[in-house]
């Protein structure tokens, strides 16, 4: 399981790279995305609904 | 962080794009394996000509089984390839991270830009066991620039002595501005020595429009600038590619006029105009190092300089009379030119309007008004695609929640994303719509009038009523004939700020009465040019 640092507020753990990029974007502190689902980048929306 | 759904990639690469502007920001969108990736190239072409910092995000086949037929499998990669700045393709879960923190590094340096992150299924599904230092970012490179050059000492003392002899000079400026927010050093060295500013569509904002020194849109279109820079006997180009439009396809400006080129990209310098002085940089700094290379002999600059000042809000006054008629015009359907006028009046000062493509763009380019300096005028020129419009509001609008956003556009451009008008009602975006209502694929017919003596061609479009269409969807819809209905329908979009309203405006269907330069029947078509 991942777990976030308090002080840098950056996530450690096992995690997959859908959300790795979901954790790398809210890092950046990006806007809001735009964009159609298919099954490749599943991962990545599902990191995003479960951090919303 | 928030993502919506879009009807249609395109959308969400121009919608990434018009954030990305409004906030120097690198706008994020993403596109499913194959025809999802695909269809961000319009959008990120734009990004890639305009210097905007977007990242693309695009899901590819899972590494097992590519190259065998898999389902909506193509060259992905090397279709975007040549419409981004960079292609990332992640080939690692493990260096998802590290390669998303390249991907800002290379979006927001330099000339700022589009990148393409391409993962494999298999990367985006696989897991890997990180450290929070795998997370790392930089955190200057989370905005555009990321960090500044200066131009070279001496080639800045040898463009200051330059200006200084200089009777008549003139600063050309575009885009390059915005993304450098150059808006006060601009301001402070035009106001110092007395030099009048001109801009491209691109540039419009670079100092107000409305400002004393302020003499307008130059190129393709014009009000006076075109003849100043003619007049002119120096010139500093500044964030600007003098790309076609910009020179009235490199006729303007005379190459016996010194002309000293400030600009971010090294090659883009002496590619169309032998610059005299050449200073390679990021905008902000090399005005700010101009400014004070110039300070000293700030007083008699500007002395000397004291009637070509002068001349400026005449000349503008002179053109305001002129363009009277034109711009109070109570014509049915409605002249374009009291439209602009009404844009002017009705937007206050923080609005953001963007433009479509189509005339809207260039009508708007040469008549709107922005009352600060900022980005409150956001053209596509990047790639001049028709249809961005709305999804350019899209991303305004969300990148500025508090400021009232406009888009306007053609009715083509419209058509090309009418499905999007459901993306901006389920965000709740106060959004407003002008339709420039024509009937036609304007441009093209007003071409076809022109060069090809009125044999029209797929330049029709069916009569179509956009305001009922809007309610239809659930969306606020005026529809104006008479131009005493704009400020009206204008206040009203602008104040609902809970779902979008389309104003449907009636222009003329008279294809000679099109285009922004003429108003009769005497459209001057040259060899080898288009006619304006
Ligand atoms: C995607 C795309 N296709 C074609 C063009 C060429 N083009 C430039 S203006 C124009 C007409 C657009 O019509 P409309 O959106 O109704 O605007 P209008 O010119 O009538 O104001 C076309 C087809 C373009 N700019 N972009």
Not at chain 2, 201 to 209: D, V
Not at chain 2, 381 to 389: M, V
Request: charged share 20%; glycine share 10%.
């Amino acid at each position: 399981m991942s777990e976030t640092d308090r002080a840098s507020n950056r996530p450690s753990g096992r995690m997959n790279g859908g959300r790795a990029m979901a954790e790398m974007l809210r890092l950046a502190e990006v806007g809001p995305m735009f964009g159609m689902g298919g099954f490749q980048l599943l991962p990545f929306y599902d990191a995003l609904a479960s951090s919303a | 962080m928030s993502h919506f759904l879009i009807n249609d990639e395109r959308c969400g690469a121009f919608a990434a794009e018009a954030y990305a502007r409004v906030t120097n920001r690198p706008g994020v969108c993403d596109g499913t394996l194959g025809p999802g990736a695909t269809n961000l190239v319009t959008g990120l072409v734009e990004a890639l000509n305009a210097g905007t910092p977007v990242i693309a995000f695009a899901g590819d086949t899972n590494r097992s089984h590519s190259w065998k037929n898999m389902t909506q499998e193509s060259r992905q990669v090397e279709i975007l390839r040549p419409a981004v700045k960079e292609v990332i393709r992640v080939e690692q879960t493990a260096r998802v991270p590290e390669l998303l923190a390249r991907a800002f590094a290379v979006a927001t340096s330099g000339r700022a830009g589009p990148v393409l992150v391409d993962v494999p299924e298999d990367v985006c599904h696989g897991s890997h066991d990180f450290t929070a230092e795998d997370f790392a970012l930089d955190p200057t490179t989370l905005q555009a620039p990321a960090r500044r050059i200066r131009p070279d000492r001496a080639d800045v003392a040898r463009a200051a002595a330059m200006l200084a002899q200089a009777k008549r000079p003139l600063i050309l400026v575009g885009g390059g501005i915005h993304w450098s927010q150059g808006y006060q050093a601009l301001l402070k060295l035009a106001e110092a020595q007395a030099i009048p500013v001109a801009h491209t569509m691109s540039g419009k904002g670079a100092i107000p429009c409305i400002h004393p020194l302020s003499v307008g849109l130059f190129g393709r279109y014009s009000r006076i600038a075109n003849e100043l820079i003619e007049a002119a006997d120096c010139l500093l180009v500044v964030g600007c590619k003098l790309g076609e439009i910009a020179t009235k396809r490199y006729q303007l400006p005379a190459r016996s006029v010194p002309l000293i080129h400030l600009e971010i990209l090294a090659e883009e310098i002496g590619r169309c105009f032998p610059p005299a002085v050449a200073l390679w940089g990021d905008a902000r700094a090399g005005l700010e190092d101009l400014a004070d290379a110039l300070a000293e002999d700030a007083r008699t600059a500007r002395a000397q300089r004291a009637d070509y000042a002068a001349e400026i809000p005449r000349r503008m006054a002179a053109w305001r009379e002129e363009a009277s008629a034109r711009l109070d015009s109570s014509e049915r359907p409605v002249h374009m030119a009291r439209l602009c006028r009404e844009l002017n009046r009705a937007l206050p000062a923080d609005s953001i309007l963007v433009a479509d493509g189509g005339f809207a763009g260039h009508w708007t380019g040469l008549l709107y008004d922005t009352k600060t300096a900022g980005r409150h005028f956001i053209p596509d020129r990047g790639f001049a695609s028709i249809g961005y419009g709305l999804p350019g509001g899209i991303g305004a609008a969300l990148a500025a929640p508090a400021a009232p956003v406009v888009a306007i556009t053609g009715d083509a451009g419209f058509n090309m994303m009418l499905g999007e008008l459901e993306t901006a009602r389920r965000a709740g975006l106060g959004l407003t719509i002008v339709v420039v209502n024509n009937a036609a694929s304007g441009y093209v017919k007003a071409l076809q009038y022109a060069v090809f003596r009125g044999r029209y061609q797929s330049s029709d479009l069916v009569e179509m009523d956009y305001a009922a269409i809007a309610r239809a969807m659930g969306c606020a819809g005026v529809r104006v004939e008479d131009p005493d209905q704009l400020p009206a329908a204008l206040a009203a979009g602008i104040t609902d700020r809970s779902r979008p309203t389309v104003i449907d405006v009636i222009v003329t269907r008279d294809p000679a009465r099109m285009l922004p330069a003429v108003d009769n029947r005497t459209i001057e078509v040259r060899e080898g040019d288009r006619p304006a």
